[in-house]
């Protein structure tokens, strides 16, 4: 099975101010305004867990833009016609992706008492950890000249939680998604019977045969805070890999089904080249949530 690659993804969306709370007390600070005719109470910064105002994102994470009370735009019998455009710069000034006109499809104007702009993004491919970038997204007006354009600095960090070391292997990226939930999982809950995958892509320093088969041992171990083994496996790979599927995505599944676990639950994943004696050790801990 290959499990989906997390990309960088743009979207912007139009719904009912009444499906969400007013988020005042966790305006995003730190980011640059211009502007022309239309003006914004503030702009919400949210993930799963709730509201967060940060600079650095975990690799993977999904994040909402929410404009608060968002006015100026010129009415059409008393209906407002938004569009968006948003960027993403590499701090060189690359453009990794440009996503413009993202309303222009929509035929249907909102009053500005109703209008409910929202931007959501997935810090992702071909964006990667330990480096920088510019988001700017330029909502603008289809009848009229007027804008607000906005930008923030932030880089994208490996989550914390996760802890590994190498000798001689090297990753680029490395993170835990639910495929249940289509998301990178970055506060290391997990529900009870759910799957979670740790992805490493992109890994490198190991051997191959004249196939381009490498030879690995991987295991992997989970350990409950009494100290009982909930499960063991010192053979996940069992026979040679091609070197390419390495490369692409490597991953390991957990899943708990015992519902009396005593939490943190340590899991520990590791892999070694038996040819060049080249390893990695991952380790994290899980929350079950009951």
Same mark, same amino acid.
Do not use: W
């Given at each position: 099975m290959k499990l989906p690659k997390l990309c960088l993804v743009l979207l912007a969306a139009l719904l009912f101010s009444c499906e969400f709370s007013t988020y005042k007390a966790g305006y995003l600070q730190d980011y640059t305004?211009?502007?022309?005719?239309?003006?914004?109470?503030?702009?919400?910064?949210?993930?799963y867990m709730g509201i967060v105002d940060r600079t650095e994102f975990y690799y993977g994470e999904k994040i909402t833009f929410a404009y608060e009370n968002m006015t100026g735009f010129h009415l059409q019998e008393g209906?407002?016609?938004?569009?968006?455009?948003?960027h993403f710069i590499s701090k060189q000034g690359d453009t990794l992706m440009s996503n413009l006109?993202?309303?222009?499809?929509?035929?249907?104007?909102?009053?500005?008492?109703?209008?409910?702009l929202r931007t959501e993004l997935v810090f992702a491919t071909p964006m990667l950890p330990n480096n920088e970038y510019i988001a700017i997204?330029?909502?603008?007006?289809?009848?009229?000249?007027a804008y607000y354009k906005w930008s923030k600095n932030f880089t994208i960090i490996h989550s914390p939680l996760i802890q590994t070391t190498t000798k001689g292997m090297r990753y680029d990226i490395q993170y835990l998604y639910s495929q249940l939930r289509n998301t990178a999982v970055i506060d290391n809950k997990i529900q009870l019977n759910e799957t979670l995958y740790l992805l490493?892509? &992109?890994?490198?320093?190991?051997?191959?045969?004249?196939?381009? &088969?490498a030879d690995l041992q991987a295991?992997?171990?989970?350990?409950?805070?009494?100290?009982?083994?909930?499960d063991e496996n010192d053979n996940l790979f069992p026979n040679l890999v091609n070197a390419n599927d390495l490369k692409e995505q490597l991953y390991?599944?957990?899943?708990?089904? &015992?519902?009396?676990?005593? &939490?943190?639950?340590?899991?520990?994943?590791?892999?070694?080249?038996?040819?060049?004696?080249?390893?990695?050790?991952?380790?994290?801990d899980l929350t079950v949530m009951q």
């Open positions: 305004v211009d502007r022309k005719g239309i003006s914004c109470d503030g702009i919400a910064m949210s993930n209906l407002a016609y938004p569009d968006m455009d948003i006109n993202q309303m222009a499809q929509a035929t249907k104007g909102y009053t500005e008492a109703d209008l409910n997204v330029h909502v603008h007006d289809k009848h009229s000249d490493i892509e &992109n890994l490198d320093g190991f051997n191959t045969d004249e196939d381009g &088969n295991s992997i171990r989970l350990t409950a805070n009494d100290g009982t083994m909930i390991a599944a957990v899943k708990i089904t &015992n519902p009396n676990v005593e &939490n943190p639950v340590t899991c520990v994943v590791k892999i070694t080249d038996n040819r060049n004696g080249n390893s990695l050790e991952t380790a994290f």
